[in-house]
């Protein structure tokens, strides 16, 4: 573990194991002070997403003990962005490394302690984004930990399949992607390419076709519809004209997106604009999962075989009339009638949190067998 430039986040480490080895009598055991607190191993599960970014931490529970419920968190800490596509990397990295910090602290664990990092952050598109991130976190934490860089989607998917990489996940939020796992390894993606390349389904793909609506509209080139009145209500506009420079003063993502309940109201009280937006949200995301469906032919040879569909993301939630996850599952079942829908009944930073327990328990296994 080098000497990394943000060092102040860590310098609760120091009073943590001090306060540790006063209590158990060995403050000039420099080999306790070394090994954590309490010789309690922990590891820390990470999901990166382009609004918010959540760090949990967990103790390592041996591998023969079936997985408690509710499963023991220590601590949970959350901070903002951390996608280097929307923030730039420099701010990426220094949000994961204070969300970490911030988690370890409020556990009274600190880095030593450690056993395995997963961290799924959004914007990992490739193994050079992977590799990046791995070198920089090796900078951060000392050589024993297992460190593991996936893409958001992952943990989504681990957090409904308590942990397993086997199925499809759709996260349908700000953004969107669908990601599949067979349980041989083989992995596939679809859509998630960002908002400049069409990221239809998502939060800000339903808002900013609900804003171009408005522009068209009042150029009349489009239907009128209500979503000038409540678009315009809600920004303290008076004029579709202002739009423009509201829009390109900060086209952040999540700016953007947040407009998606004024979208679904609209629509929840019959605009057809609104209306067909969110059917075409619908049409896209259902279509990006038959992608990775049939690319790693999750439904078996004769397309009924059962697999498990996580749904995740606030664009899946139900409203008064339009349930957007509901109308997704309809068009996917009519093609795989064997998907297994599941809404996780825990976040995603558990299911990543998950996945490093996982791939520490894998690899202990294996080392043994070796041995």
């Known amino acids: 573990m080098k000497r990394y430039r943000n060092r102040q986040i860590w310098d609760f480490e120091h009073e943590v194991n001090m306060a540790a080895a006063y209590s158990n009598g060995v403050i000039n055991d420099i080999e306790f002070l070394n ?3 309490n010789g309690r191993k922990v590891v820390l599960g990470i999901d990166g997403g382009t609004t918010s970014t959540v760090c949990i931490c967990m103790p390592l529970i041996p591998f023969a003990q079936p997985l408690p419920d509710p499963l ?9 962005c951390s996608n280097h596509n929307s923030v730039g990397e420099s701010a990426a990295r220094e949000t994961l490394e204070q969300v970490m910090a ?4 409020r556990s009274a664990s600190t880095r030593s302690a450690v056993q395995a990092v997963c961290l ?3 914007g990992v598109n490739h193994p050079t984004d992977q590799h990046r991130i791995l070198n920089w976190l090796r900078e951060i934490f000392p050589s024993h930990v297992r460190l593991f860089v996936q893409n958001d989607a992952v943990a989504a998917l681990a957090s409904g399949t308590m942990g397993k990489l086997h199925g499809c996940v759709l996260i349908a939020g700000t953004g969107t992607i669908a990601y599949g796992f067979t349980e041989d ?3 596939a993606r679809a859509a998630g390419a960002g908002p400049v390349l069409g990221d239809w389904g998502s939060g800000y793909g339903i808002a900013a076709q609900a804003l171009t609506a408005v522009i068209r509209a009042h150029d009349d080139r489009g239907l009128q519809t209500s979503l000038t009145r409540r678009i315009l209500n809600i920004l303290n506009l008076s004029s579709p004209d202002e739009l423009i420079g509201w829009t390109y003063a900060d086209p952040s993502w999540a700016r953007i997106a947040a407009l998606l309940p004024v979208v679904v109201s609209c629509a929840d009280e019959g605009d057809p604009v609104a209306n067909n937006i969110l059917y075409d949200a619908v049409h896209e995301l259902a279509s990006s999962v038959k992608a990775v469906v049939e690319r790693l032919e999750l439904c078996g040879e004769d397309g009924k075989g059962p697999f498990p569909l996580v749904m995740v993301g606030g664009v899946l939630e139900a409203n008064k009339r339009w349930d957007i996850g509901n109308e997704v599952m309809s068009c996917i079942s009519k093609d795989f009638p064997g998907v297994l829908p599941i809404r996780p009944k825990v976040e995603p930073a558990v299911g990543a949190a998950l996945l490093a327990w996982n791939f520490v328990m ?4 294996e080392e043994a067998l070796e041995r």
């Open 35 to 37: 090994r954590g607190v």
């Open 185 to 187: 390894g083989r992995e």
């Open 362 to 365: 894998t690899q202990c296994h």
């Open 120 to 122: 799924s952050v959004s």
């Open 102 to 105: 911030d988690a370890l602290a």
């Open 72 to 80: 023991p968190v220590l601590a949970r800490a959350v901070a903002g």
